[in-house]
Nanobody, 115 residues
Framework: QVQLVESGGGLVQPGGSLRLSCAASEISFSIYAMSWNRQAPGKQRDLVAVVFSDGSTHYADFVKGRFTISRDKFENTVYLQMTSLKPEDTAVYYC?????????WGQGTQVTVST
């Protein structure tokens, strides 16, 4: 059974850092693209970063230079290192595993950037 479990969210001050984790079960990183997405209240869910099956990455313009996506094939975990956090980064962050028309979502983890 496919399962994605996010963790690492929390409250952080502007300029701070957080690392999110997504533990994946029954997912092969050699086949699936793994991404982080976020949704703020009242807004659509947006792609933040993706690591493709070949290891290449893509970032949304609003996080380039601040966030880094990585994966650990042995731990079957995907990470999102977030630095220089801004209040506008506040959202629920979701992990996704995608392959062609097949996709799976985690339950999300809340990130709040505030003083």
């Amino acid at each position: 059974q496919v399962q994605l479990v996010e963790s690492g969210g929390g409250l952080v001050q502007p300029g701070g850092s957080l690392r999110l984790s997504c533990a994946a079960s029954e997912i092969s990183f050699s086949i699936y693209a793994m991404s982080w997405n976020r949704q703020a209240p009242g807004k659509q869910r947006d792609l933040v970063a993706v690591v493709f099956s070949d290891g290449s990455t893509h970032y949304a313009d609003f996080v380039k230079g601040r966030f880094t996506i990585s994966r650990d094939k042995f731990e079957n975990t995907v990470y999102l290192q977030m630095t220089s956090l801004k209040p506008e980064d506040t959202a629920v962050y979701y992990c996704n595993a995608g392959r062609n028309s097949e996709g799976y979502w985690g339950q999300g983890t809340q990130v709040t950037v505030s003083t």
